[in-house]
C-alpha cells in the first residue's frame, strides 16, 4: 500500500504540531497557541503559498459573513438590529453577573 505525497504532508504536520503543542502545555507555557501556530505557519512549503492560503481564507471569511446577512435579511430581520440586540444583552447579562 502506498501512501500519497500529500498525505505524508498531512501526517507529518499533525504529528509535528501535535509534539509542539505537548511540549508547550508540559514547559506550562502561558499561550500555548503559539507552539501549534508556528508549525502551521512553516509547513507550507513556499511563502506564496502561505499568502495564497491566508487570501483564501480572508475571502471565505468575507463571503461567509456576506451569506449571513443574505440569510437573516431573507427572514425579515434585520440583521443590524439582530446583533444590536445580542450585544446589549451580553451587556446586560455581564451588569447583572
Known sequence: MTIS????????????????????????????????????????????QSLNKGAMRMFLGVSGTILFYALVSLQKLSALIWLRGAHSNYKIYRITN
Open 5 to 48: 505525497r500529500k498525505a505524508k504532508e498531512a501526517i507529518k504536520t499533525a504529528l509535528a504540531m501535535t509534539i509542539a503543542y505537548g511540549i508547550a502545555l508540559s514547559l506550562d507555557w502561558d499561550r500555548t497557541m503559539w507552539a501549534g501556530f508556528a508549525v502551521a505557519a512553516i509547513s507550507l512549503a513556499t511563502v506564496g
